[in-house]
């Protein structure tokens, strides 16, 4: 059974940091492509960043330069640290695994809120 569980949203004000994480099981994480999204309310859902198995990397233009993604095969992690977060970044924080290049298991998201 795929489980992938996020932790690490929470409160804090623009400007600010905070580091997502996500730890997944039942699937080869080390050959699997991970991502990050998040939906605002009211938005639809979003492609924040991914990673390849061999850790390269893509970001939205929104947060390209403040969001950086990593990843630990050997604890099956993916990480998202989000520096100088910006109210605009308020949203539910998803980890995906990828299968076939769509998004195929899902966590149950954090919420992230980003007071100004």
């Known amino acids: 059974q795929v489980q992938m569980v996020e932790s690490g949203g929470g409160l804090v004000k623009a400007g600010g940091s905070l580091r997502l994480s996500c730890v997944a099981s039942g699937i080869v994480f080390r050959l699997t492509i991970m991502s990050w999204y998040r939906q605002a309310p009211g938005k639809q859902r979003e492609l924040v960043s991914t990673i390849t198995s061999v850790g390269s990397t893509y970001y939205a233009d929104s947060v390209k330069g403040r969001f950086t993604i990593s990843r630990n095969n050997a604890e099956k992690s993916v990480y998202l640290q989000m520096d100088l977060l910006e109210p605009e970044d308020t949203a539910v924080y998803y980890c995906?695994?990828?299968?076939?290049?769509?998004?195929?298991?899902w966590g149950q998201g954090t919420q992230v809120t980003v007071s100004s």
């Open positions: 995906a695994a990828v299968e076939n290049g769509s998004p195929r298991y």
